[in-house]
């Protein structure tokens, strides 16, 4: 059988070895193949570690646990409160440690600015010592003031406000029983029924407040050791709180540096401090202004000769640390005390207490706080609410720089999302004089699906 002659044949099968016993191209090309089968096999087969999923089931772990432990503490919630109230119990001298060293913290910065420019700038740590001593020694002094002077003048005038309850009584019923002979025409005699039977109660009920006053006191004074001795740890906990307050905030910030990149940690002690500044502000400056009502109702009380001056000055003193409302809740008690004992003198109050009121709202109080929580007055109100509703008094007076902090959070990041989107601050003002962006048109759901299977 005759066959072509090819140029390229060299007159061997194609896969069949040289003379040399060399083997074909072909026979190269199967060898890499079937060792490569495996290799691909034994890789598939492996794990392989992907960082998306394992960050994925890192967060699931963490979310159950987290649910977890909400289920735990919510599960059985008087067992709960009874073991958070025994850990605060246990952390009472540290976190009255903590408020002190807070509120005088202010107190030794001004006396360490006035040491420093006494000094010179010399002996500095000398002089941060003396601020720390003599802030102290202020603290402790108007404590001392407060229990030789004003809770003795205190207690005096609530047992004479005991022993005086029933001539009160008589004295209320005696003044309406004239006016009844003075204005026979008038028919009083639904109001007369309702004083009869609701005078003696209210009566009591003021008298039983007033009586378990004293109890209480008692009760209080024979806990008064260990009291003594968390104030004595609380005083000297903040001593070492403010003398190593440098050493705490650096320990912190390391925290703070180490968990986030170095621009984050810079924003959040930015805006810790912004939120101490807020917080602390109005707290001392309020205080600051409620003393100064109290110390003014004091003397105008003892120059118009009102009777019960210190006890009525300490109630609007303490109330005034509540916005808008606290000067008249501090006048209730004191214009009905005074008005059963003579109603000239409670009036006389009544103008004093708007006098005062007018003369904080409109000149000390800007002139002391300013605009420290930078809040309007409905959310002012609203803080005042939701505080008291939550808290009683205590929380009608913390829910105002709570709100403040809060505000201020949230303002800061809606800041932020608005120069995400490259908007400015003031997006509302700045929108309406921006040009209209031209709408881009809407792509067909077809053509997206085109686009998305040509990919």
């Given amino acids: 059988m005759n066959t072509e002659t090819n140029p390229n044949n060299t007159g061997r099968a194609p896969n069949m070895p040289d003379e040399a016993g060399a083997p074909g191209a072909a026979d190269f090309k199967s060898a890499a193949q079937a060792d490569a089968t495996p290799k691909v096999a034994r890789k598939s087969g492996r794990f392989q570690a992907n960082r998306k999923y394992f960050t994925i089931c890192i967060y699931g772990i963490i979310t159950f646990c987290v649910c977890l432990l909400i289920f735990k503490f919510t599960n059985n919630w008087q067992a709960t409160r009874a073991r958070i109230s025994e850990v605060f119990s246990m952390l009472t001298p540290f976190l009255i440690a903590f408020l002190i060293a807070y509120f005088i913290n202010p107190l030794i910065r001004r006396i360490d600015r006035v040491l420093d420019r006494l000094l ?14 003599l802030a102290y020694i ?11 002077f004003v809770i003795p003048q205190i207690g005096a005038s609530i047992l004479e406000l005991i022993r005086q309850a029933p001539s009160m009584y008589t004295g209320v019923e005696n003044g309406l029983n ?6 026979p025409n008038m028919n009083l005699e639904a109001i007369q029924q309702f004083v009869n039977e609701n005078l003696p109660n209210m009566f009591e009920y003021v008298q039983g407040i007033m009586s378990s006053v004293v109890p209480m006191i008692y009760n209080a004074g024979l806990s008064i050791i260990s009291w003594i001795i968390n104030i004595v740890l609380a005083f000297v906990i903040s001593c070492y ?13 390391r925290v703070i540096y180490a968990l986030f990149s170095q621009q984050t940690a810079r924003k959040i002690i930015d805006i810790i401090k912004k939120c101490n500044e807020i917080f602390s502000a109005y707290i001392i400056g309020k205080a600051i202004d409620s003393l100064i009502i109290g110390i003014l109702c ?11 001056a210190v006890l ?12 808008y409302f606290g000067p008249f809740i501090g006048a209730v008690p004191g214009g009905i005390i005074l008005l059963i004992i003579s109603p000239q003198k409670a009036l006389i109050f009544v103008i004093m207490i708007f006098v005062l009121q007018q003369f904080d709202g409109s000149i000390l109080g800007p002139k002391i ?7 309007q007055p409905i959310w002012i109100i609203f803080a005042i609410t939701v505080g008291g509703y939550a808290a009683g008094v205590v929380g009608m007076f913390l829910g105002v720089p709570i709100t403040a902090v809060i505000a201020y959070l949230l303002n800061t990041l809606v800041e932020f999302f608005l120069r ?18 031209p709408e881009t048109p809407k792509v067909p759901f077809s053509e997206r699906i085109k686009k998305w299977h040509k990919k």
Wanted: aromatic fraction near 6%; proline fraction near 5%; hydrophobic fraction near 50%.
């Fill in 178 to 183: 004239d006016f009844i002979r003075e204005h």
């Fill in 420 to 437: 995400k989107r490259q908007l400015p601050p003031e997006v509302t003002a700045t929108l309406e004089a921006l040009p209209d962006k």
């Fill in 312 to 323: 009525i000055s300490v109630i609007v003193g303490i109330t005034n640390m509540i916005p």
């Fill in 241 to 253: 709180l403010m003398w190593d307050k440098a050493n705490l905030l650096r320990a912190i910030k």
């Fill in 298 to 308: 004091f003397v105008l009380m003892c120059l118009l000769q009102i009777p019960y």
């Fill in 369 to 375: 706080l300013g605009d420290s929580t930078g809040l």
């Fill in 120 to 133: 010179r700038g010399r002996l500095i740590s000398v002089h941060r010592l003396l601020s720390l001593i």
């Fill in 138 to 148: 202020v603290l402790i002094g108007f404590i001392a003031l407060v229990l030789t």
